[in-house]
């Protein structure tokens, strides 16, 4: 029989002890993140056609049998995120949305095509909210100033350009809402790729101006301010880290608002294409 020496069985002891603490060590090192508030910003297209915007789509009509069956199918896939409340795009300072939604819980208000009422007032019914929260907040969108800076330096041209580009995306938006779902539509705008095409627009009329008369800065910076003091508004709404909140608005500010929530250690941000699969959470 092989004999084992004191050295060998020590040897042996030590690398026993050893493994028991390296395999012990994360359990003790190791805790769970802390909860934070979840927040889904759903980037929509106007539903009501109200064009309020420098570029606006054409939408359909979205009242008729096949988009309510298409809005109902949005319904079922926001579900899954589990919202506690949902913002809407709506100023702060009236309480018309807030009344208008209690009307409608009572029988006596009739959903209009607006994008707030389709999916906002919809979904809280049927996830039994008493109540929707505004958290829009008018701002300057100094755009003109922007066009007449182009003309006085000689670069209309590449304001046209940028132009051109956006209309052409909103064209090609509008093709794609025709062939599809409001759903597929809707994944489609919330793209990341998207997104960041819409927020680089902003940072190419950013360098349209100059000393004595920064323009393009002054645009970018006005847009940014509504969004922040938008997101302001949303974090207000946040009593608990256990809130899972469903923003709906435009999705001219869905990149801006995302930033504001992705850059805030209290939020988890969240995306409509993380529920539109079978496996969530």
């Not at 050893?18 to 929509?44: H, N, Y």
């Not at 505004?134 to 100033?145: A, H, K, L, S």
Request: glycine share 8%.
């Amino acid at each position: 029989m092989k004999k084992i020496t004191f050295v060998q069985a020590g040897l042996g002891l030590m690398a026993i002890a050893l493994l028991a603490v390296v395999s012990s060590g994360p359990t003790v090192a190791q805790s769970a993140p802390p909860q934070r508030a979840e927040v889904l910003i759903l980037g929509t297209y106007h539903m009501a056609n109200p064009g309020h915007d420098v570029f606006n789509m054409k939408a359909d009509d979205v009242l008729s049998p096949k988009r309510q069956a298409e809005i109902g199918e949005l319904l079922e896939v926001l579900k899954r995120f589990k919202p506690t409340k949902i913002a809407i795009e709506s100023t702060v300072y009236e309480d018309r949305r807030p009344k208008q939604y209690a009307e409608y819980l009572a029988g006596r208000y009739t959903l209009t095509q607006n994008e707030i009422e389709q999916v906002g007032f919809r979904l809280a019914k049927e996830l039994g909210m008493k109540t929707i929260y505004p958290v829009d907040i008018d701002g300057e969108f100094p755009w003109q100033r922007v066009i007449n800076y182009a003309k006085a330096t000689g670069q209309s041209q590449v304001l046209d350009q940028i132009r051109s580009e956006i209309g052409e995306m909103v064209k090609q938006q509008d093709a794609y809402l025709h062939s599809h779902t409001v759903l597929e539509t809707l994944l489609d705008m919330n793209d990341d790729q998207k997104v960041a095409q819409d927020v680089g627009f902003y940072f190419r009329e950013a360098r349209l101006g100059e000393p004595g008369d920064y323009a393009g800065p002054d645009l970018l910076t006005s847009w940014y301010q509504r969004n922040i003091r938008i997101f302001n508004n949303i974090a207000k709404i946040i009593e608990s880290p256990n809130e899972r909140v469903l923003v709906i608005y435009g999705a001219g500010h869905l990149g801006w608002l995302r930033q504001d929530v992705a850059n805030d250690p209290s939020m988890r941000l969240r995306k409509l294409s993380e529920f539109a699969g079978p496996h969530t959470n």
